[in-house]
Every structure is written in C-alpha cells, then in structure tokens.
C-alpha cells in the first residue's frame, strides 16, 4: 500500500522560508495572495494488504522519525 | 575524569573538543555512532557539525543511531552530557532535552564571535564561572533558533534551567544580541536533572588564547571540579 505524507509547521511555528517564497510570490504580482507555509513530502510504501495495520505503520514512522511533533503537524494520505 | 566523544558521518567538531578535552586533562576516547557499546565515562560529549548533512532535520537521523541508545541510558544513569551545536540539535531530537532549534531567523548561516551571559553557574558545567558573567563565545550555526512550547518555558525558568542566554558585550540581554531568533535569547539549556546540557555556541573553541580566547574552559574546568 502506497501513503503520501505531508509534514507541515505547526501554525504558531514561525516558518522563515514560507514567508521569503511568499515575498517573492507577491513582487511576481502575485496580489491576491495571502499566506505561504513550506512543509516536507514524503511517498512511502509498505508490504501491508490491511488498510487499518498500514496505516498504523506509517503514523508509527511519522511519530517516530518524520516529523518533530514540537513543531511539526503530519497528515497521512492513501495514494 | 573519562570523556567519549560520539562520532557521526558529517561531525567536523569531534576533533576539536577531543583537543579541548586533552588540555583540561580528561582521558577521552572517540567512539563511533555505529558502536553498541559505551566505555565508562563520566563525560559524553555529542558534538558540533553537519551529522548525517543535517538530512530530514537536523539531527534527526543521529539521534536515531545505534550508539544513542547507550548514550540515553548513560545520560538516564546519570552521566554528564554534553551537546555544543549539532550535538544540542541531536540531544532534543533524542528527547533528553525538550524543545528544538529551528532555521535561523534570518534564513543566515551565521559564523562569529557573540556574547553569552552565564544564567546558572551552580551546575557541573558551570560552577568556575560566576553568575551574569558575560563570556565571548563562537557560534556556527544554521539552525539554532531555540523553540519550545510554554509549559517548557515555564518549567526552564522556574527550575533555573537555563544556562547561558544571548547578550551584547555589556551583558544586556535584548532584541539586538539576539543572533538567531531564539526564544528569550536562549543559547543553552540543561535537563531537569541539570547532568546535561545542550548550548549552541562553542566552548571548545574558546581555550587557547593563542587561536581565541579561553572563555570556554571554565566549562570543562567546571567539570573536572
């Protein structure tokens, strides 16, 4: 079963690099913009037929290495 | 007194600390991070570099390595830790220190001489400085923006848990000798336990007045005490 994961900053979490790539955004003309947050992607698969153990897996990698909970939210995706 | 000092692919401090350590007369032994075993040591030093090239997160990747395990259950023990930099950065994504070091605020790699101010001077580590004493210190550093949440925070300030916070060469602790956006200026912290500690800067670099200055060996100093 293949997972996509993407690791964002937590909301409170000042995210530097968000904030130059929406500067830019905005002197390309970019107007209507509000706000940018920049995260990580990660697509993992894993030799598991039950969607429900799989999952379980994949929350275990992102608790364990993928993501620092101190700053960081995860969501977990099927692909 | 016995040191280890863990070695990771990418860690460029490792041999500077080893010096540090042999001027301040510990007997030190290199261990690297695919061993399982620890020798005796009343000192573990995690030091500075690019451990892993800072993949994922800094320190993330160290503080999932084989020898981590021993270096948990030492510092658990009662061991002396030490973390300067990465090593600080390996130490929170291990959990033997709380918070984190985020990218710098200004998005800089930034390498040069700031000043520190000595918050606790009642620990192992500190205890040959005197308290507010303003100490001349190099960072090198791209992720050293200290976070943590603010039960944390509480619980540093209320237990006396910080070591060393950002100043100018005055000792003011302000916005202005803030280098890196940290939370309060903070530039080093110690457990609850206070037997380890994780800073940024660089004492070991600061011990041979010849190259620097010997700011940082009441450090060690403070550690052979």
Redesign the interface.
């Known amino acids: 079963m293949k997972f996509s994961i993407t690791v964002t900053l937590k909301k409170d979490?000042?995210d530097?690099?968000g904030k130059?790539v929406q500067n830019t955004l905005i002197n390309l003309g970019m107007n209507s913009l509000k706000t940018v947050r920049q995260g990580k992607y990660f697509e993992i698969e894993v030799d598991e037929t039950d969607q429900a153990k799989a999952e379980k897996k994949v929350d275990e990698m992102c608790k364990?290495?993928?993501a620092?909970l101190?700053?960081e939210d995860y969501k977990i995706n099927n692909l | 007194m016995k040191s280890s000092v863990i070695v990771f692919p990418g860690s460029n401090c490792d041999r500077d600390i080893a010096v540090a350590l042999k001027k301040m007369q510990f007997k030190n032994q290199m261990v690297w991070h695919k061993e399982t075993k620890l020798p005796k040591s009343d000192l573990i030093v995690v030091p500075g570099g690019f451990s892993y090239g800072d993949y994922l997160r800094s320190g993330a990747i160290a503080g999932k390595s084989l020898i981590i395990e021993e270096v948990i259950k030492n510092a658990n023990d009662g061991c002396l830790v030490l973390g300067i930099c990465n090593g600080f950065q390996i130490l929170t994504e291990t959990g033997l220190l709380k918070g984190t070091l985020l990218r710098n605020k200004n998005l800089k790699f930034i390498n040069k001489d700031i000043h520190v101010k000595v918050i606790n001077n009642e620990t192992n580590f500190s205890n040959k400085y005197n308290k507010d004493q303003v100490l001349k210190i190099n960072i090198a550093h791209n992720e050293g923006n200290f976070f943590t949440d603010n039960s944390h925070l509480e619980e540093l300030k209320k237990n006396n848990l910080i070591a060393f916070k950002y100043c100018n060469d005055k000792g003011d602790i302000n916005y202005d000798s803030n280098p890196n956006g940290s939370l309060e200026n903070i530039a080093g912290i110690y457990n609850n336990k206070k037997n380890i500690l994780g800073m940024m800067p660089h004492p070991e670099r600061m011990v041979d007045s010849l190259i620097s200055n010997t700011d940082g060996a009441n450090l060690f100093a403070s550690l052979m005490n």
């Open positions: 979490v000042l530097p690099q130059v364990k290495l993928l620092n101190t700053i």
